[in-house]
């Protein structure tokens, strides 16, 4: 069956810190994947997303992700973390053969002491 | 706000209750979600609607009914639960069948099951 795995159920960061999480899927076709964020107490909201194209992604608030098709990876990345970015983040992925559906990963708690 | 809103975002029932979970989508999407969401687990996919037309169910219990009267609205009918489907219920839609299927997120509705 597909799936994604997110390595990292918790990451504790002090502020200034670089951040990576990584995200790994299981399918060998086509996908768009994305990358979603859940600040504590709000909704579910778009980080970024690939579709086609340049592989390495910029999203808002300053973070990136790169996709690596050998890998099957699409990591997560922001050079220096701030407290704000403390949220659940949450790897989805769209493969070619689920028309519109995703598939998720369990999600990553960043906490970032401030 | 995303555009999709949930009522309620917090109910409390008993095992024996009947109640209704709404969400209503003002993004003019053709494709309505329900997710499941509890800790430390990838997001449930409970029903997809396309068009008003159920295409997914899975495997969802039957004491959990959807109800799709059009395009933008969605609604979960709840009877006879059991403490374990208490969980935070999601609602996303999304454009099916064209560009990168990026789903938008309510707030959710907050379930506890006594």
């Known amino acids: 069956a597909q799936s994604v795995s997110q390595h990292n159920h918790h990451v504790i960061l002090s502020e200034a810190a670089s951040l990576e999480l990584g995200c790994n899927y299981s399918?060998?076709?086509?996908?768009?994947l994305f990358w979603y964020v859940q600040y504590p107490g709000q909704h579910l909201q778009l980080l970024l997303k690939y579709f086609s194209g340049d592989p390495l992604v910029k999203g808002i608030k300053g973070f990136e992700a790169e996709f690596i098709k050998s890998k099957f990876s699409f990591n997560l990345r922001k050079p220096s973390v701030q407290w704000s970015d403390t949220a659940e983040y949450f790897c989805?992925?769209?493969?070619?053969?689920?028309?519109?559906?995703?598939?998720w990963g369990a999600g990553t708690k960043l906490i970032i002491k401030p | 706000e995303t555009g999709v809103t949930q009522t309620p975002r917090h109910l409390v029932m008993g095992m024996t209750n009947k109640k209704s979970l709404k969400c209503e989508q003002h993004?003019?999407?053709?494709?309505m979600y329900w997710y499941k969401q509890s800790a430390k687990k990838p997001l449930e996919l409970m029903f997809v609607?396309?068009?008003?037309?159920?295409?997914e169910n899975n495997s969802v219990p039957s004491r959990f009914s959807p109800e799709c009267p059009n395009s933008s609205h969605l609604f979960l009918h709840l009877h006879t639960l059991q403490p374990e489907d208490s969980a935070l219920y999601l609602c996303?839609?999304?454009?099916?069948?064209?560009?990168?299927?990026?789903?938008?997120f309510g707030p959710g509705t907050r379930l506890t099951v006594t």
């Open positions: 609607y396309n068009f008003k037309e159920q295409t």
């Open positions: 399918y060998g076709g086509t996908v768009n």
């Open positions: 989805a992925v769209n493969p070619s053969n689920s028309n519109y559906q995703l598939i």
């Open positions: 993004l003019g999407h053709n494709a």
């Open positions: 996303a839609s999304s454009q099916a069948g064209q560009g990168s299927h990026e789903q938008y």
